[in-house]
């Protein structure tokens, strides 16, 4: 019914940048709250980033990741983009995509998740 699918996964050096994308299909009626979490090894997901339908004043970062990454989305087109810079080595985990939709027929809001995409920061 919906499908969230993530891009720009990838191996950076330390200092690198990399920009996820995650377009969301289906018979999407609103987009309400999108966002990103990661999941390291061992570790539980933890959330990275999410901004709702009022645009980029209503995002919300992870403390560690304030002032280097920046999460932006286009209601138009159904999509979220996490835009990293100064990447470290903490940053390595799989990133998923999530988006709280109203679809129709029939008709749900639910939140739905991407299948991830990984992230690894080394030198």
């Known amino acids: 019914q919906v499908q969230l699918v993530e891009s720009g996964g990838g191996s950076v050096q330390p200092g690198g940048s990399l920009n996820l994308s995650c377009a969301a299909s289906?018979?999407?009626?609103?987009?309400?709250?999108m966002g990103w979490y990661r999941q390291a090894p061992g570790q539980q997901r933890e959330l990275v980033a999410t901004i709702d339908n009022y645009g980029s004043a209503s995002a919300n970062y992870l403390d560690s990741v304030k002032g280097r990454f920046t999460i932006s989305s286009d209601r138009a087109k159904h999509t979220v983009h996490l835009q990293m810079n100064t990447l470290e080595p903490e940053d390595t985990a799989v990133y998923f995509c999530m988006a709280n939709i109203l679809s129709r027929d029939p008709w749900v809001r639910n939140n739905y998740w991407g299948p991830g995409t990984q992230v690894t920061v080394s030198s």
């Open positions: 289906g018979r999407i009626v609103s987009t309400y709250t």
